[in-house]
């Protein structure tokens, strides 16, 4: 059983930082890729960043461009978010996911199939 585990969430001032980890376990557990998710409340899931291990590349959405920064390892399956001068609207449930069946990355949460429980990060004014 493959399994996702988040941690690092928190609550932050507005302009302050917060690091999200992600470790995946399982047998036989590997990914072409992975990234996070986030849901804010009443909001759909939305696409934040993600990581291609083939390639090295790094994928983020408009809204989190500049500001936060996707790491990881694939040998140890752990992937990481650094997000600086976090903003009230970062507030959501963030999600750790991952690709084993097709390389490449997605911008929809459909396509990836594996996730985590989620963690809570909260940032206030």
């Known amino acids: 059983q493959v399994q996702l585990v988040e941690s690092g969430g928190g609550l932050v001032q507005a302009g302050g930082s917060l690091r999200l980890s992600c470790a995946g376990s399982?047998?036989?557990?590997?990914?072409?890729?992975m990234a996070w998710f986030r849901q804010a409340p009443r909001k759909e899931r939305e696409f934040v960043a993600a990581i291609s291990w083939n390639s090295g590349n790094t994928y983020y959405s408009n809204s989190v461009k500049g500001r936060f920064t996707i790491s990881g390892d694939n040998a140890k399956n752990m992937v990481s978010l650094q997000m600086n001068s976090l903003k009230p609207e970062d507030t959501a449930v963030y999600y750790c996911t991952a690709r084993r069946l097709e390389p490449g990355i997605s911008y929809e949460g459909r396509q990836w199939d594996s996730w985590g429980q989620g963690t809570q990060v909260t940032v206030s004014s």
């Open positions: 399982g047998r036989a557990f590997s990914t072409y890729s």
